[in-house]
């Protein structure tokens, strides 16, 4: 066993990247929960958005255009949602399984001619001066785009439902959906574009996994990381940015263990690699009896003739 081998500024800027798929993810579902909508397909959205991104980076050679497509790859796979539950009043519990269930089939078969390939790599976003400090340097401003793009939205998604008029309609619908109907509200059409956006976070934290963490497709890539994001919503009590912590949590668990696996560590490798998810457990039973900040409507679908 060697710890010394484990370097504090490399670990700590590898966990920064480990969390940007969880936090993107989660970002997008808590904005679909808010509007009173409980969507359990992100694990679907987020590996249809890893395997159109990588076909798309490597087909026109643009790591860029692989996360634009998985962007809109995931919000219209989200439609197959919004067309069960907003329009066909179905479950949302049964029809957010279905849509994880045929986003790893069809992820599957769009990605077997993509095996063993190599996309585009992106370039990191060295800031003159920033990126040469000691230290604070290589943790903080020496990261591919997206993972400032993931703190950013996290920071918009804040600044959108505390302080403006369309963040204060998104949490209207989610508290009481009749009630904002009677005010003139179209609960739907609001619906619609949360879970679409949603779809889209899921799509870019699906392709940050096959264009950046793991630069490879791998049928089934995403390992969970959707249903991690799904737990992270209620640890954070639907905050965003809670949810930023609580990713940088779940992220820097999941690199300590492969670094301890790295290192030699005497503990079963079976254990280390489910740490993480042992740990998410953990802290969302301590924290299961604050249930003040859900939104009243969660999960309850809207009949217009009511």
């Given at each position: 066993?060697?710890?010394?081998?484990?370097?504090?500024?490399?670990?700590?800027?590898?966990?920064?990247?480990?969390?940007?798929p969880?936090?993107?993810?989660a970002?997008?579902?808590?904005v679909?929960?808010?509007?009173?909508?409980?969507n359990?397909?992100v694990?679907?959205?987020?590996i249809?958005?890893?395997?159109?991104?990588?076909?798309?980076a490597?087909?026109?050679g643009?790591p860029?255009?692989?996360?634009?497509?998985?962007?809109?790859?995931?919000?219209?796979?989200?439609?197959l949602?919004?067309?069960?539950?907003?329009?066909?009043k179905?479950?949302?519990?049964a029809?957010g399984?279905?849509?994880t269930?045929?986003?790893?089939?069809?992820?599957?078969?769009l990605?077997?001619?993509?095996?063993?390939?190599?996309p585009?790599q992106?370039g990191?976003?060295?800031?003159?001066l920033?990126?040469?400090?000691?230290?604070?340097?290589?943790i903080l401003?020496?990261?591919?785009p997206?993972?400032?793009?993931?703190?950013a939205?996290?920071?918009?998604?804040?600044?959108?439902?505390?302080?403006t008029?369309?963040?204060?309609v998104?949490?209207?619908?989610?508290?009481n959906?009749?009630?904002?109907?009677a005010?003139?509200?179209?609960?739907?059409?609001i619906?619609?574009?949360?879970?679409?956006?949603?779809?889209?976070?899921?799509?870019?934290?699906?392709?940050?996994?096959?264009l950046?963490?793991?630069?490879?497709w791998?049928?089934?890539?995403?390992?969970?990381?959707?249903?991690?994001?799904?737990?992270l919503?209620?640890?954070?009590?639907?905050?965003?940015?809670?949810?930023?912590?609580?990713?940088?949590?779940?992220g820097?668990?999941?690199?300590?263990?492969?670094?301890?696996?790295?290192?030699?560590?005497?503990?079963?490798?079976e254990?280390?690699?489910?740490?993480?998810?042992?740990?998410?457990?953990?802290?969302l039973?301590?924290?299961?009896?604050?249930?003040?900040?859900?939104p009243?409507?969660?999960?309850?679908?809207?009949?217009?003739?009511?």
């Amino acid at each position: 066993m060697d710890l010394s081998a484990i370097n504090p500024v490399l670990l700590i800027a590898s966990l920064m990247v480990a969390a940007t798929p969880i936090l993107l993810a989660a970002i997008g579902e808590l904005v679909v929960e808010k509007s009173g909508v409980l969507n359990l397909g992100v694990e679907g959205m987020m590996i249809i958005g890893a395997v159109s991104g990588f076909a798309i980076a490597v087909e026109s050679g643009s790591p860029w255009l692989g996360f634009v497509a998985s962007a809109v790859a995931g919000a219209v796979f989200s439609l197959l949602f919004v067309l069960l539950t907003q329009v066909a009043k179905a479950n949302q519990v049964a029809s957010g399984l279905a849509l994880t269930l045929t986003g790893l089939g069809l992820s599957a078969l769009l990605g077997q001619s993509y095996v063993g390939i190599r996309p585009p790599q992106m370039g990191k976003l060295d800031i003159p001066l920033l990126s040469d400090l000691p230290v604070i340097g290589p943790i903080l401003f020496g990261h591919d785009p997206i993972l400032y793009l993931g703190i950013a939205l996290t920071a918009g998604v804040w600044a959108l439902l505390k302080f403006t008029r369309a963040g204060l309609v998104l949490r209207a619908v989610g508290e009481n959906h009749d009630a904002a109907h009677a005010l003139g509200y179209k609960v739907i059409r609001i619906r619609i574009m949360a879970i679409m956006f949603g779809g889209a976070c899921a799509g870019l934290g699906g392709a940050y996994i096959s264009l950046i963490r793991v630069p490879q497709w791998t049928e089934g890539m995403t390992a969970g990381v959707g249903w991690i994001a799904l737990a992270l919503v209620v640890f954070a009590s639907w905050k965003p940015w809670r949810a930023l912590l609580g990713a940088y949590l779940f992220g820097g668990v999941t690199v300590v263990q492969l670094n301890l696996q790295a290192a030699g560590v005497a503990i079963p490798v079976e254990y280390l690699a489910m740490s993480p998810y042992v740990i998410t457990i953990i802290v969302l039973v301590i924290l299961s009896a604050d249930k003040s900040s859900a939104p009243a409507a969660l999960g309850r679908n809207f009949h217009a003739s009511r």
